[in-house]
């Protein structure tokens, strides 16, 4: 377990300089802005291409469940996936032409989404296995988002400094140095056993998983999740309206995001003394009631000591409800196809987070005229209209990290 925690500390560092949200986010989208006179519903639509790669991760979870490379369901393919990785962030370094950023950063996206697959399946097998699913999530976020704040004061200042194709190629190359780090370590840190193809295990498995997507239990928490993260983003329309109303430096909204993370930094110290011990719905039920004050919060937005304080209460709201939502898709994942089963459902709260992401978008250019106060209230229904389906996923007092049998038992 102690290997693991450090294991999953290096891989969502590398995860939170490496996404497209990352170290490269701000830079592109100045970039984009700047260089090409893009607006936000064209960045939006942009950026979306990324999330297709995270949309289709069960398809790399059911292949590493079922064909082991090299003898090893996930670690060699974590090793080549991040070996990728590095060869198309130095690709990024060398162009400035949307298409060929889009192809480029387009294969980042399926290393990162790959390897975060196949570390999600062993955040599953171990979390059910020492019953502490919600201990590794909080593991994951906690770094990703150590990474983040980097990733944030990092690109900021890197605006700051630099031209804004320098900038964009620095974010890059930085961040190409990123999985070395995981390629270096993955052996020795991951215990994984030997295996090989087995005819009669992969019917065995498929009729279980069959039996699990049969399920109502499962399906529920698929619903849950897609209504809880289909949330008109605030994300592009929030960055418009600093950048162009309230006029703030670009290494400062840089600063924004770090300090977004530092919420969720102190949000993860917090859950693991004090909040770990919740049973699951009274954690979703806090996380929802915490994410509808946090969203509304921004109706204050007036300046940047007001931005500052909603950052960090936002990062917090997410961490919590992060922790809580990724928990409940590993204790519903059933056994023999983790990698896939988790992956369906957190591709669900990608599809969701994305059509919310565009959604937003429009709704600030086209049917708000570029006011942020309508979508703010917009968002935050959205996410209070989640409580209404807690109720339905009957988790009386399962704790976190208590497995539920979704096939049946």
């Not at 809880?228 to 994300?235: D, E, I, K, R």
């Not at 039920?285 to 931005?307: F, H, P, Q």
Request: contains cysteine; hydrophobic residues 50%; proline residues 3%.
């Amino acid at each position: 377990m102690r290997r693991l925690m450090v294991f999953f500390g290096i891989v969502y560092v590398v995860e939170g300089l490496g996404q497209t949200g990352g170290l490269i986010a701000q830079p592109l989208s100045y970039f984009l802005k700047e260089v090409h006179g893009w607006t936000a519903v064209q960045v939006t639509a942009f950026l979306t291409v990324f999330n297709l790669p995270w949309v289709i991760k069960p398809v790399y979870g059911l292949i590493s469940d079922f064909v082991p490379l090299f003898g090893y369901r996930r670690k060699s393919y974590l090793i080549i996936a991040n070996v990728a990785a590095v060869g198309a962030f130095l690709w990024v370094t060398q162009t400035t032409v949307p298409s060929q950023l889009a192809f480029a950063l387009l294969l980042t996206a399926y290393a990162m989404a790959i390897s975060s697959t196949l570390c999600g399946a062993l955040l599953v097998e171990n979390g059910q296995k020492f019953g502490d699913s919600g201990r590794l999530v909080n593991q994951q976020w906690l770094w990703f988002n150590v990474a983040g704040m980097a990733a944030s004061l990092g690109g900021g200042a890197l605006i700051q400094w630099l031209s804004p194709t320098s900038a964009l190629h620095a974010a890059a190359f930085i961040i190409a140095l990123a999985p070395l780090a995981l390629i270096a370590t993955t052996w020795p840190l991951v215990d994984e056993e030997k295996s090989s193809i087995n005819l009669q295990e992969l019917k065995n498995t498929l009729r279980s998983l069959g039996d699990a997507f049969r399920r109502r239990e499962l399906w529920i928490v698929a619903l849950f999740l897609f209504v809880y993260y289909f949330n008109p983003g605030l994300g592009t329309p929030l960055y418009y309206h600093m950048t162009d109303d309230l006029k703030f430096p670009q290494v400062y909204i840089g600063i924004l995001a770090a300090i977004s993370s530092a919420g969720w930094i102190v949000g993860s110290l917090l859950y693991d003394r004090f909040l770990d011990g919740l049973s699951s719905r009274t954690l979703l039920n806090a996380s929802i009631a915490l994410g509808t004050v946090a969203t509304a919060s921004y109706l204050m937005l007036s300046g940047e000591v007001s931005a500052a304080i909603l950052s960090f209460c936002a990062g917090f709201s997410s961490m919590l409800a992060t922790v809580a939502t990724l928990t409940l898709a590993a204790d519903f994942s059933p056994k023999r196809s983790e990698g896939f089963a988790f992956a369906v459902l957190l591709s669900v709260t990608n599809l969701a987070t994305s059509l919310a992401d565009n959604v937003g978008s429009l709704l600030y250019e086209r049917a708000f005229d570029k006011s942020l106060a309508p979508l703010i209230l917009v968002a935050a229904s959205f996410t209070a209209f989640a409580f209404v389906l807690v109720p339905m996923l009957r988790l009386g007092d399962k704790r976190q990290g208590q497995a539920v049998d979704a096939t049946g038992g």
